[in-house]
């Protein structure tokens, strides 16, 4: 399966310079960087650290206390002890 790619002008120069370099084509520039890219997010989605959404949403979700609980948010420990 194939599918073409528009690039915006600056990305496409930018692409087309590091390829010739590379001594690629430009195909085969973009390819490998896919590639590359989806390495690493399915390296950062296997990591517990980044997986664990239930810990923080973002500065919205009311949690103000991260810094003083962090234990009892990563772990489910209470870290004054009780629990």
């Known amino acids: 399966m194939s599918h073409a790619v528009v690039?915006?002008?600056?990305?496409e120069a930018?692409?087309?310079?590091?390829a010739r370099r590379q001594g690629i084509s430009v195909d085969?520039?973009?390819?490998?960087?896919?590639?590359?890219h989806l390495q690493r997010l399915a390296k950062r989605a296997?990591?517990?650290?980044f997986a664990d959404v239930a810990v923080f949403y973002?500065?919205?979700d009311?949690?103000?206390?991260?810094?003083?609980n962090h234990d009892k948010y990563l772990y489910?420990?209470?870290p004054h002890g009780a629990g």
């Open 7 to 11: 690039l915006s002008e600056p990305l």
């Open 76 to 78: 489910d420990v209470d």
């Open 28 to 36: 085969e520039f973009v390819q490998r960087a896919v590639e590359e």
């Open 58 to 60: 973002g500065p919205d």
């Open 46 to 49: 296997a990591d517990p650290f």
């Open 62 to 68: 009311g949690i103000t206390d991260v810094a003083e």
């Open 14 to 18: 930018q692409a087309a310079e590091v």
